[in-house]
């Protein structure tokens, strides 16, 4: 499966499956084409959300959309602590700019939705 690119221009990441921080750094390379240069660490990921050179500018700005991340965060809190960071400073680095990043998680129906909001 590759990246989903649904009306609105927004790329879809498909995390379910994902267990542990090497399927989640494999689904990222795989679902929204990272470059070359991408390291597969948290560092990496972040550089590549902070230079967004290789995505191109949809008519709604930049949109990702999270879908499927419940087990992976109930599986390994640590890390999707690390990832909820770094798709808010994403957020955060791009806000206010004419190339705006918007990350949206899918809800849970068991969740708080202010709890699952990427967004500080």
């Not at 909820?84 to 899918?106: G, M, N, Q, S």
Request: contains cysteine; proline residues 6%; charged residues 35%.
């Amino acid at each position: 499966m590759t990246a989903t690119t649904p009306p609105g221009d927004a790329l879809v990441l498909d995390l379910t499956g994902v267990a542990d921080r090497q399927s989640f750094m494999d689904r990222c390379t795989e679902r929204l084409h990272l470059p070359d240069w991408f390291g597969r660490n948290w560092d990496a990921l972040a550089d590549c959300l902070t230079d967004l050179s290789w995505w191109p500018v949809g008519s709604d700005g930049r949109r990702l959309r999270i879908e499927g991340w419940q087990d992976y965060a109930a599986a390994k809190p640590r890390e999707w602590r690390i990832v909820k960071d770094i798709l808010r400073d994403a957020e955060t680095f791009w806000r206010d700019t004419d190339t705006e990043l918007t990350v949206e998680l899918e809800e849970d129906a068991d969740e708080d939705p202010e709890e699952s909001d990427v967004r500080p």
